[in-house]
Nanobody, 125 residues
């Protein structure tokens, strides 16, 4: 059983930056594809970014492309989401997710096996 814990959320002004982290408190992430999703109030959970097990393949939603960067450090069992040029519409609870095995990238929440509890990101305009 893998347990994921997100951190790094908070309140930031539009145009600012945040870096989210997702660490495995139990289990290893090195063989997984990792994804970041977000969910705003009253909306469905939406895909943000994904990275394969080696970090060699990354995929982004069009809405964040060029502003967000996903990365991973398998030695630290941690995945990151660097968010720059934040907009009010980026406000949501951000969740990380893991899928095993991690040879590709996946954009549907149903394709992931484990989820973190989420961290709130609020962007003020």
């Amino acid at each position: 059983q893998v347990q994921l814990v997100e951190s790094g959320g908070g309140l930031v002004q539009a145009g600012g930056s945040l870096r989210l982290s997702c660490a495995a408190s139990r289990g290893t992430l090195s063989s997984s594809t990792m994804g970041w999703f977000r969910q705003a109030p009253g909306k469905e959970r939406e895909f943000v970014a994904a990275i394969n097990w080696s970090g060699g393949s990354k995929y982004y939603a069009d809405s964040v492309k060029g502003r967000f960067t996903i990365s991973r450090d398998n030695a630290k069992n941690t995945v990151y989401l660097q968010m720059n040029s934040l907009k009010a519409e980026d406000t949501a609870v951000y969740h990380c997710a893991a899928r095993y095995p991690g040879s590709g990238y996946y954009t549907s929440p149903d394709e992931y096996d484990y989820w973190g509890q989420g961290t709130q990101v609020t962007v003020s305009s």
